[in-house]
C-alpha cells in the first residue's frame, strides 16, 4: 500500500460501558496523521453497524456471526447487582443468586445477559433500557443484573452494587467485516489492543513513508556530523601528539625523574 492509498482517517465504533480511550490515544501518538472517528452504537446496533461499512471495526458484546464478522475476545466482565444503598445486601461483600429469589428482578428489553432461568420474581413489565430499569431501582421497585461496566456507567449517589459470581457474564471483543484479508488500519488496532510494539513487524504496512526529501536532509545531517566528529578526533589527536612530544623533550632531573620534586629525593648518601 503506498501512502497516496492509505485512508485518511478510521471509524471506531463502540457499545456502551466499553472505554477505548486508552487505545485511541495510542492511535494517536503512532498515526498522527491519520485521524481516528468514534462512533457510539447500542450493543444490538453494533454488529449490523460494522456489516454494513458504518465502521471500520467496533469494540462490540459477544456473541456475533462469524460468518459476518471477525472478533478478536478482549476480556471479560463480572456481572453485579445494582441495588439501593440501604438494602440489605450491601451488608455482602458479593451476593449469590440465591439471595435474589424473594426480589423483583429487572430484565430490560436491551438485556446483555445469556440467562437460562431468569432469577427472582419478574416485574409486570420489562423496562424498554437498561437506562430505565436503573431509574426503577432508584425508585424501589427491583434489582437489576448487569455487566460492572454499565453499573459504573449509570452511577447514581443513591445506588451502589455487588459482584455475582454465579450470574452469566459478558464477554467484549474487538470485531471487524470479515474479509480474506485483514484492513492495514484494522491490523494497526489489533496490534494496539494487544499490546504490540510501535516496532512489532505487523500492523506497521499503514504506516506512511517518509518523504524522499525528508530521508535526503538526515542523510545530510549524518554526513556533516561524521564530519565533523573526525575533525574534532584529528584535533585532539594532534594536541596528545604535541604533549608528547614535549615531554619527550624535557631533561632528566636527579633522581631519575623529570619533576622538581625528584631532586630532593635524590640526595647522595653518606657525609
Known amino acids: 500500500m503506498t501512502g497516496s492509498d492509505i485512508p485518511s482517517s478510521f471509524r471506531l465504533a463502540y457499545v456502551p460501558g466499553v472505554t477505548p480511550t486508552k487505545w485511541v490515544r495510542v492511535w494517536h501518538e503512532r498515526l498522527p496523521h491519520t485521524s481516528l472517528e468514534l462512533v457510539q452504537a447500542t450493543a ?39 441495588i439501593p444503598k440501604d438494602h440489605v445486601a450491601t451488608a455482602a461483600e458479593e451476593v449469590s443468586l440465591a ?46 443484573l448487569v455487566p460492572q461496566s454499565l453499573a459504573r456507567l449509570h452511577h447514581r449517589k443513591d445506588l451502589t452494587y455487588r459482584p455475582v459470581p454465579e450470574a452469566p457474564e459478558s464477554r467484549v471483543a474487538l470485531s471487524w467485516p470479515e474479509a480474506e484479508a485483514t484492513p492495514d488500519l484494522v491490523e494497526e488496532f489489533i496490534g494496539i489492543v494487544r499490546g504490540r510494539t510501535v516496532n512489532s513487524t505487523r500492523g506497521r504496512a499503514a504506516t506512511p513513508p517518509r518523504p524522499a526529501k525528508d530521508k535526503a536532509k538526515d542523510k545530510a545531517k549524518d554526513k556533516a556530523k561524521a564530519k565533523d566528529k573526525a575533525k574534532r578526533a584529528g584535533a585532539g589527536g594532534g594536541a596528545a601528539g604535541a604533549r608528547n612530544r614535549s615531554a619527550a623533550g624535557r631533561k632528566p632531573q636527579p633522581g631519575g625523574r623529570t619533576g622538581g620534586q625528584g631532586g630532593k629525593r635524590g640526595k647522595p648518601r653518606g657525609r
Not at 458484546?61 to 456481572?79: G, H, K, M, N, Q
Not at 428489553?109 to 433500557?129: H, I, N
Request: net charge negative; proline share 8%; glycine share 8%.
Open 99 to 144: 439471595e435474589l429469589s424473594d426480589e423483583i428482578v429487572l430484565h430490560p428489553l436491551d438485556d446483555l445477559l445469556a440467562w437460562e432461568t431468569l432469577p427472582g420474581r419478574p416485574a409486570v413489565e420489562r423496562p424498554a433500557t437498561t437506562a430505565d430499569a436503573i431509574e426503577l431501582v432508584a425508585a424501589g421497585v427491583g434489582v437489576l
Open 44 to 82: 444490538a446496533e453494533a454488529p449490523e453497524l460494522l456489516a454494513d461499512g458504518g465502521a471500520d471495526a467496533g469494540l462490540v458484546r459477544l456473541p456475533v456471526d462469524r460468518d459476518v464478522l471477525s472478533a478478536i475476545p478482549l476480556y471479560t466482565e463480572t456481572t453485579v447487582v445494582v
